[in-house]
Structures are given as structure tokens and as C-alpha cells.
């Protein structure tokens, strides 16, 4: 696959420092030439990917959550209030 494990290292390095606008434009381009860089290019492209859609998943499933439990406080405070209000006015009408 490669000649040298330097070379692979330091090609890893360069992905990581990369943003996938640029892997990808290079990608298109045929900058980069050696197929085992392709590979590796296409790869760290492929899993920047999913990592992307697994984050956008749990944003929106965390934002739903936030959502649903702020709801459910709203009504809870709604009913406590409810029940003060009429065991005051019960109080009030006993005397």
C-alpha cells in the first residue's frame, strides 16, 4: 500500500489539518495522484461525513428533549398553581 510509513504519517497529518472543502476539492481535481492517497482522502471524507450527520442526529434529538422537558415544567407549574388558587379560594370561602 504505501512505500514508507513516514510518508503515510505525515499525508495523515496533512488530512487532519485539512478541512473537507479542501480534501474534496483536491479530490476533484486529481491533485492528488497516488491511489493509496486517494483511498486514504476518500476515507477521512467518507467519516467526517458520518461523524456530521451522527452530531446533527443528537443536536436535534437534545434540542427535542430541552424542548419536551421545558413543557412538561410549564405544566407542572401551571398545576401547582391551579391547586394553590383553589385551595385559597376553598379557605377563603370556609370563613
Do not use: P, Y
Not at 452530531?55 to 437534545?62: E, F, K, L, V
Amino acid at each position: 500500500m504505501t512505500e514508507n510509513k513516514q510518508e503515510e504519517a505525515s499525508f495523515r497529518a496533512a488530512l487532519d489539518r485539512a478541512s473537507s472543502e479542501v480534501i474534496s476539492k483536491r479530490l476533484d481535481d486529481n491533485v492528488i495522484a497516488r491511489s493509496w492517497k486517494r483511498d486514504m482522502a476518500e476515507a477521512e471524507l467518507t467519516r467526517r461525513e458520518a461523524e456530521s450527520v451522527s452530531r446533527s442526529t443528537s443536536d436535534a434529538m437534545q434540542t427535542k428533549k430541552r424542548h419536551n422537558s421545558a413543557t412538561l415544567k410549564g405544566w407542572l407549574l401551571s398545576i401547582i398553581l391551579l391547586i394553590c388558587a383553589l385551595s385559597g379560594a376553598v379557605v377563603f370561602l370556609m370563613k
